[in-house]
């Protein structure tokens, strides 16, 4: 269609009345896009259009205005509120669930801290408990052995013999207590002369002549078991070299004490 | 501020470039819808309801395309043209006492729709054709019938109409320009 067709149709107006179909609506935006003087009087109409309208104009009420800018704040306010609703759940939720990891973490932690004291305490409890035990098998031992000598000294069927330095040792002295009902000999060391570092007391049993070992002396004890020796005829004590001797050096011998049958 | 910036706002949901745009162009938009439908209250309602339509589908006005008030126009037409149709038929299912209403409820006093300005300065038949068209919302078409005359010879009548109009405004605006340089 050439420009003057077009302008001489009265398509244009019609166009700008709003009357063309969607096919006839292109073809024309079409013309116009590509016709700039089609364009220059299509504006002209469009201009003449609109001053016609302002001539024309009946003003409305102003309620109408107040209504349509109410009407659109109502629309943007609900999809607010709507919005602020889903986000102000969101953050409820959120809070709650960011509240019950932190109690959890903080009861976590601080049974964690609980946990790691009591272990702490339980050890030292452990330790103390330890020391406690050891003291008590230490303090039973040492009643059991006491109560043990106590038993031996006191017993009726114990018979209690004195052996005295003689000249080679004379401040020396053994209490000596005999069981022959329960086969014991316990000895108290306590008033035995110091030796040289290189010997050792040793005892004696005298059995029809013969001298049988009844063991060393360890001084380091105040109350010590020796070997019982059945028939003993007298108890003898010598002085050795260190670990003692298979036989008994007879010019050693510090005392002797002779038992009662 | 200019139009094409208050249209760009009023794009990005700016509610001061809608009240700024309703300013300006409302009025135009109202004498238009009150004489095709001819009652103050529902031609109100379509007043906000045209608005409300600006605002919502402002993102497809094409400045490219033609001027605002074109765009307005043919969204204020549509929806008076819409309620029209409804109008009449409702009037149709219902019985005769609603359709013995209808002249009970133009209740605007002719004076007020007059027209104005220079469009009574053209002949008759132009002010008629131009009426029937632009105020009244027939189409071509219809409104060629409606003068009982060819529609070769209705265009020629809205051509021309038109053409008269411009020369109006053209010398209007010459006149004022003069104006403007002798009170310099």
């Known amino acids: ?261 | 501020m200019s139009d094409l910036i208050l249209i760009k706002q009023l794009q990005n949901k700016d509610e001061y470039a809608l009240s700024k745009l309703y300013g300006k162009y409302s009025p135009a938009i109202f004498g238009v819808i009150i004489r095709m439908c001819k009652d103050e209250a529902h031609a109100q309602n379509l007043l906000q309801d045209t608005f409300i339509t600006v605002w919502e589908k402002s993102h497809q006005y094409d400045p490219e395309k033609g001027r605002f008030y074109t765009w307005i126009y043919r969204i204020a037409k549509n929806k008076v043209l819409n309620f029209l149709r409804k109008s009449d038929q409702l009037i149709q299912s219902e019985d005769l006492s609603v359709y013995s209403n209808k002249e009970d409820e133009i209740t605007i006093d002719s004076e007020y729709l007059e027209l104005n300005g220079s469009i009574k300065k053209l002949e008759t038949h132009h002010q008629r054709a131009l009426e029937l068209v632009y105020f009244e919302g027939l189409t071509h078409r219809e409104a060629h019938k409606e003068m009982d005359v060819p529609l070769g010879t209705f265009k020629s009548y809205i051509r021309q109409a038109l053409q008269k109009l411009k020369e109006h405004y053209s010398k209007t605006l010459v006149l004022l320009i003069v104006l403007i340089d002798a009170l310099r």
Do not use: C
């Not at chain 1, 063309?20 to 504006?43: G, M, P």
């Open chain 1, 1 to 261: 269609m050439k420009r003057k067709d077009i302008i001489e149709s009265g398509i244009l107006e019609q166009y700008l009345l709003g009357e063309l179909d969607s096919s006839k609506k292109l073809e024309i935006e079409n013309a116009l896009n590509s016709d700039t003087e089609l364009k220059n009087y299509f504006n002209e109409l469009e201009e003449t259009f609109e001053q016609l309208g302002q001539e024309n104009a009946i003003k409305p009420p102003l309620d109408v205005k107040t209504n349509l800018l109410k009407s659109i704040k109502n629309n943007s306010t609900e999809e607010t509120i709507i919005n602020d609703t889903k986000s102000f759940e969101l953050k409820t939720l959120l809070t709650i669930a960011a509240s019950i990891a932190a109690i959890l973490l903080i009861g976590i932690l601080w049974t964690y801290s609980e946990l790691n004291t009591t272990k702490k305490e339980l050890q030292i409890v452990e330790d103390k408990n330890q020391i406690l035990i050891d003291d008590l098998n230490s303090v039973t031992e040492n009643l059991e052995t006491t109560t043990k000598w106590l038993k031996q000294i006191i017993s009726p069927n114990s018979r209690q013999y004195v052996l005295i330095g003689n000249k080679l040792s004379p401040n020396s002295k053994v209490i000596s207590y005999v069981n022959n009902v329960d086969k014991s000999v316990v000895i108290n060391t306590k008033e035995l002369a110091k030796l040289n570092a290189n010997q050792d007391y040793q005892m004696w049993a005298d059995v029809e002549g013969e001298m049988i070992n009844m063991g060393i002396i360890d001084t380091s004890k105040e109350l010590l078991a020796m070997t019982y020796i059945h028939n003993a005829e007298s108890l003898n004590i010598t002085i050795e070299p260190k670990g003692g001797n298979d036989h008994p050096t007879v010019s050693k011998l510090i005392s002797n004490v002779y038992l009662e049958p």
